[in-house]
């Protein structure tokens, strides 16, 4: 579509004559857009850093993998009265066996148990180190992978053996500048010999999946005491399968479990989404109020910005009745003073989003949350807070309009 050439004629004029007059007020120019700037800065640190948490949890949870499944007696996030579940039966190996038998497209089953033991080798020694006894199926459903040696394997829990598979950080940290395979290590003054070594899987909610020492499962029970409840990790082909896969299993866990019909159940089915919906929740709430912060800072440099104009129509009263007394139109009048809000709230965006982003980073770089901002952040940012300059602008704009030209040349 062709703009007309008055129209475009009176964007440059206007845009033209704002520039010299921001120019020629350099130090209201700043402190009014240091007002837009704090605003954009402050949203845009604190968007980075929650869009960092988000997209540094759902890479954490992808480790559990998403096509896995684990079955206990109670929830991983725990709703409502907690009372509810005190009751429930824990699971038994027969369970398990039971479970393995009717529900085939299940590709591994594993029970999983754990606890916090201290960890040494020699005169090296570690604190709070996961314990977790597993089977050797456990290895499909993890995500581990072996990088020495071996995992576990069913002789080994058939005849509960003392071995263990150790985690990056206990290798790194009992076995500095050796191979750990085939020593020994003494978990709560009980040795174990270390038959394999696992892959760094990272850490997720500041927890490191690497500070872990797997056993057999019969070996855990034997050397830590029995009656421990315990979860079943299972795992199924493929990431589609998983609701289908769910659903069978209600059927099936309130078959081995003989749950009455007219009872609920008396377990749950947990899954890595069921913790990112639960996450979500939580950061939806702090992302709310973080850009309620932002826009009330925003709509400050925005009174701010309405001000200064209203200050500036006031002071260049009889530059304007002279322009329109020399036939200026009232849409020229509305352009200088819309392009004036514009460019002031348009540069704070610019450099509240550089500050802004500085910020995250400062803040990803010295501190363990993280950070990253998303382009269309960046980009809605500037654009918002060049509109706010408009809305802001469109009454001192129109009172500069409507001044009487002879009034306006009246007046000192």
Known sequence: MKVPSAV???????????????????????????????????????????????????????????????????????????????????????QVQRLRNLAPFLTAISPSVQRVADVAHGSEQMSTVRIQGVTHEYLNISGYEVTGGRFLTEADD??????????????????????????????????????????????????????????????FFSSFGKGRSFEIAMAVADASQVRRAEDQLVGIIRRIRSTPPDQPDDFN???????????????????????????????????????????????????????????????????QFLMEAASVSGVGGLLGTVVGLGTAKVVSLITPLAADVQLTTVFGGVGFAALVGLLFGIWPAARAANLDPVEALRYE
């Open 158 to 219: 058939e005849v509960t053996r003392p071995v263990a598979v150790i985690g990056a950080d206990v290798a790194d940290a009992l076995f500095p500048g050796m191979s750990p395979v085939g020593r020994t290590i003494r978990i709560d003054n009980r040795s174990f010999q270390v038959v394999g070594t696992l892959s760094r899987k990272g850490k997720i909610v500041n927890e490191s999946l690497d500070l872990v020492v797997f056993i057999p499962f019969k070996t």
């Open 269 to 335: 089915i947990n899954k890595p989404d069921a913790m990112a919906q639960t996450y979500e929740q939580l950061t939806g709430a702090l992302y709310g109020v973080a850009v309620g912060v932002g826009l009330i800072t925003l709509l400050v440099g925005g009174i701010g910005i309405m001000n200064i104009m209203l200050v500036s129509v006031r002071e260049r009263t009889r530059e304007i009745g002279v322009r329109r007394a020399l036939g200026a139109r009232k849409r020229t009048i509305v352009f």
């Open 8 to 94: 475009r004629v009176d964007v440059l004029e206007g845009a033209r004559i704002a520039l010299f007059s921001l120019r020629a007020n350099r130090m209201r120019t700043v402190l009014t857009t240091l007002g837009i700037g704090i605003g954009v800065a402050t949203l845009l640190a604190i968007v980075g850093i929650i869009q960092g948490l988000n997209t540094s949890f759902h890479k954490q949870l992808s480790t559990f993998g998403a096509n896995t499944l684990y079955v206990s007696k109670w929830p991983w996030i725990v709703k409502g009265d907690w009372w509810m579940y005190r009751g429930r039966k824990n699971f038994t190996l027969d």
